[in-house]
C-alpha cells in the first residue's frame, strides 16, 4: 500500500532576552517520525510532504495523486493548500488542491485526517476545514470555529460500537486533548468521548474516509499513547482500511 502523509511540521522562531540583549533562533521539527517509521515497518510505502513543501510540490492533477491509495493530512490548515505559491505570489490560476483531493475519494482514493491545532477547524478555526469541500468528503460534523477540547487531566477514549480497528485493544492510554466532531448520520462512530466523536469512518463517492480527532503525537498524543503496545497495529490497520 501507498499513502502520502501531509503536515506534522513546523518552524519555530524563538526570542531569547537576557536583561537588556536579545537574540533569536529558529529551529524546524517533524512530529510524525515515530509514526511513519511503524508504518513502513508494517509494509507501508509512504511518501511524506512536510506542511512546507505543499508550497511547491503537492500534486496538480488527480492522475498524480491516484498514485497512491490514501492520503493522510495532520496538523497542516486548509490555507497551505489553498495559497500556494503561484496563487499567493504570481497570482497564476493553478488547479484548486481540495478540489482535487475531493475528486479523488470520490473515485476510489482514501483520506484520513487525523486531529491538532491545524486540522478540522483548529486553533482560533484557522484549519478552517468546515468552509471548504472537504466538509463534504470527511465523514464528520464540525465545529463553526475553535474546536480543540483541551484536557490536561487525560481521557481515555471508550468503543461505540464493534469494529475491527477497535476490537481487542483493551482500555485506551489518556489522551490530553482533541477535535470536537460528530459523525455524520451515515457514518460509523467507533470511538468516542463524552458525545463527541474521537475515530469515524465512512464513505464519500467510492472512496473510504476516517477522521481521528485527537492527535498521532505531542502534546495531545500523549507519552502514554505513543509508547502503547497496541500505537503501530492501530494506525497501521487504520491506514490500511482505507484501501
Not at 479523488?104 to 482560533?124: H, N, R, S, W
Not at 470555529?145 to 481515555?156: A, K, L
Request: glycine share 8%; proline share 5%; charged share 20%.
Amino acid at each position: 500500500m501507498k499513502i502520502l502523509f501531509v503536515g506534522e511540521s513546523w518552524v519555530v522562531h524563538m526570542i531569547h532576552t537576557k536583561g537588556y540583549d536579545s537574540f533569536t533562533s529558529t529551529k524546524y521539527e517533524e512530529g510524525a517520525t515515530y509514526l511513519l517509521s511503524c508504518l513502513r515497518e508494517q509494509g507501508i510505502d509512504v511518501t511524506y510532504m512536510p506542511a512546507h513543501e505543499v508550497q511547491v510540490r503537492f500534486p496538480q492533477s488527480l492522475e498524480e495523486l491516484k498514485a497512491y491509495d490514501a492520503i493522510v493530512l495532520s496538523d497542516v490548515g486548509a490555507n497551505t493548500f489553498l495559497l500556494q505559491n503561484p496563487t499567493f505570489y504570481q497570482m497564476q490560476i493553478i488547479p484548486n488542491a481540495l478540489e482535487l483531493m475531493k475528486q479523488y475519494v470520490a473515485e476510489g482514493g482514501g483520506m484520513l485526517m487525523v486531529g491538532g491545532y491545524l486540522t478540522f477547524m483548529g486553533i482560533e478555526g484557522k484549519a478552517n476545514y468546515k468552509n471548504t469541500v472537504l466538509a463534504d468528503v470527511l465523514p464528520v460534523v464540525m465545529a463553526d470555529n475553535d474546536d480543540r477540547v483541551e484536557m490536561p487531566s487525560g481521557f481515555s477514549p471508550v468503543v461505540s460500537q464493534s469494529h475491527p480497528l477497535v476490537n481487542d485493544l483493551g482500555e485506551w492510554p489518556r489522551l490530553l486533548g482533541y477535535n470536537k466532531l460528530s459523525a455524520k448520520p451515515d457514518a460509523e462512530e467507533l470511538l468516542s468521548h463524552g458525545g463527541d466523536a474521537i475515530l469515524t469512518v465512512g464513505t464519500y463517492g467510492q472512496g473510504k474516509t476516517a477522521a481521528f480527532a485527537s492527535d498521532c503525537s505531542p502534546h495531545w498524543g500523549s507519552l502514554a499513547f505513543m509508547n502503547w503496545e497496541h500505537y503501530t497495529a492501530f494506525w497501521s490497520n487504520l491506514i490500511k482500511y482505507l484501501k
